[in-house]
C-alpha cells in the first residue's frame, strides 16, 4: 500500500514542499494554525487535518518544519501532539534546524511509542522548495532513510543519509551554515575593500555569482574525507598545492590593498593564516614559496 504523507507547518519553505508533496499518489495531510497557509496546500490536492492529532492517525511518514526547537517539542511530544495518535511505525520526519540533542531526546521519547523519528533539516531556501530542488540531510535509521526516497523525491534535488544516528543530519546542516553564514561575512568584508577602491559593489557582486556557478565556489575545495594534512605523494597534494600558492598570493594582494586604503580586513587576515593548513598542504622547510 503507498504509503500516506503529512506534513506540519507551512511557511516559506514547508509550505512549497506540502505543495509539491500533495501531489504525492498517497495522499498528503496538512496541518497549520495559519488557515490561508493551509489553504493554499489545500488548493494544491492536500488534505486539511483538523489537529496534529487527527493528522497523525492520517499518516505514515509525517514531516514538520516549523519555527524552532520549542515548537518542534511541541508538535511532536507536547499534549495533543503527534504522539498522542501515531501509530506505531510511523516516521516523523522533522525539517527545522534544531539542536541536535533535541532530535536525539525526541527520537528517543519516539521509540517508546513505536514511532521512528529522523531529523531532516534542508538546504535550498524557498526557491528549492518551490523547484523540488532541495538537499536534505537525514540523521538516523538507513531502513527509514530509505523509505523516505521516493516521496521526497518531489521536493529534493539530493537526498543524503548523513548517519545512522539521529543528530547527523542537524550537524550535517550546521556546519553546512557554518559556511553559509561565514561567507556572508566574508562578502560584506570584499563590498567593503571594494567599495573604498571605488569599484561598484553591484558588479562586484555579478561578478562573484558569474565565477562561483563555474567553480563551485567554497564548497569546491571540500573534496575529500579527511581535514588531515596531505602526505606528498598523495593525489590531491599536487591538486591543492597550486591553490594554497594562488591563494595566498591573492590575499596578501587583497590585504596590502586594504592597508593602503584603510580598510580593516579581519576575515582576510584569518584566511591568510590558515589558508595552507585548512587545505591540507602547510608549508615544508626547504619548499619553494
Not at 489553504?39 to 514538520?64: H, N, P, R, W, Y
Not at 533539516?121 to 518551490?130: H, M, Y
Not at 531502513?143 to 542537524?170: C, N, R
Not at 595566498?248 to 589558508?275: H, M, N, W, Y
Request: proline share 3%; net charge negative.
Amino acid at each position: 500500500m503507498t504509503v500516506r504523507l503529512g506534513y506540519v507547518g507551512l511557511g516559506n519553505i514547508g509550505g512549497p514542499m506540502a505543495a509539491r508533496l500533495a501531489k504525492w499518489e498517497g495522499g498528503l495531510t496538512a496541518f497549520d494554525l495559519s488557515e490561508e497557509a493551509l489553504g493554499k496546500v489545500v488548493d494544491q490536492g492536500a488534505t486539511a487535518a483538523t489537529s496534529l492529532g487527527d493528522l497523525a492517525t492520517k499518516a505514515d511518514i509525517i514531516g514538520i518544519c516549523v519555527l524552532d526547537d520549542a515548537q518542534v517539542r511541541t508538535v511532536v511530544a507536547g499534549d495533543g501532539g503527534l504522539l498522542s495518535a501515531a501509530a506505531p511505525g510511523t516516521i516523523i520526519t522533522v525539517h527545522s534546524t534544531i539542536g541536535p540533542q533535541t532530535a536525539v531526546d525526541l527520537a528517543a521519547e519516539c521509540a517508546e511509542h513505536g514511532v521512528t523519528l529522523l531529523d531532516a533539516p534542508i538546504s535550498g531556501g524557498a526557491a528549492g522548495a518551490e523547484q523540488g530542488r532541495l538537499a536534505i540531510m537525514v540523521g538516523g535509521d538507513r531502513a527509514s532513510y530509505e523509505q523516505l526516497k521516493e516521496p521526497f523525491g518531489l521536493v529534493a534535488g539530493m537526498l543524503v543519509h548523513a548517519g545512522d544516528d539521529v543528530g547527523a543530519g542537524t550537524k550535517m546542516k550546521l556546519a553546512r551554515n557554518l559556511l553559509h553564514f561565514i561567507s556572508f561575512t566574508a562578502a560584506s568584508e570584499a563590498a567593503r575593500l571594494a567599495e573604498a577602491a571605488g569599484i561598484s559593489i553591484t558588479k562586484l557582486g555579478k561578478v562573484v555569482r558569474h565565477t562561483d556557478a563555474i567553480t563551485g565556489g567554497a564548497g569546491s575545495i571540500i573534496l575529500r574525507d579527511t581535514t588531515d594534512e596531505i602526505a606528498p605523494d598523495d593525489f590531491w597534494y599536487d591538486i591543492l598545492t597550486p591553490v594554497r600558492r594562488l591563494g595566498e598570493k591573492d590575499l596578501s594582494l587583497a590585504l596590502e590593498l586594504g592597508r593602503e586604503l584603510g580598510v580593516d580586513l579581519p576575515l582576510g587576515d584569518i584566511a591568510l593564516r590558515d589558508f595552507a593548513i585548512g587545505l591540507g598542504v602547510p608549508h615544508r622547510e626547504g619548499e619553494d614559496a
